[in-house]
Nanobody, 117 residues
Framework: QVQLVESGGGLVQPGGSLRLSCVAS????????MGWYRQTPGKTREAVAT???????NYADSVKGRFTISRDNDKNTVYLQMNSLEAEDTAVYYC???????????WGQGTQVTVSS
């Protein structure tokens, strides 16, 4: 079955950096649009950054210039480099795999990112 396993979350001070990783298995990684979403208690899950199968990225306005999404199709892995972190970035971050044009969408279990001094 499909598995998405995130890692790299943790506690960081404002202005710091973290790099999230998501390793996918059980799917043909290179054809999936991959993405990172985040959610805080009481709020809906929001898209942070996505990258389609062609390598085209898309970012939420709130993270443009600070976050970078990348993928390594040989390693079935998608990354999210997060710089200049702010308290407002505190959330559970989820990895997403979306086979565009179908109903095949998969989620990871989430990793907590806490930005606090």
């Amino acid at each position: 079955q499909v598995q998405l396993v995130e890692s790299g979350g943790g506690l960081v001070q404002p202005g710091g950096s973290l790099r999230l990783s998501c390793v996918a298995s059980g799917l043909i990684f290179k054809v999936y649009k991959m993405g990172w979403y985040r959610q805080t208690p009481g709020k809906t899950r929001e898209a942070v950054a996505t990258m389609d199968s062609y390598g085209t990225p898309n970012y939420a306005d709130s993270v443009k210039g600070r976050f970078t999404i990348s993928r390594d199709n040989d390693k079935n892995t998608v990354y999210l480099q997060m710089n200049s972190l702010e308290a407002e970035d505190t959330a559970v971050y989820y990895c997403n795999a979306d086979l565009v044009g179908t109903d095949l969408v998969h989620w990871g279990q989430g990793t907590q990112v806490t930005v606090s001094s």
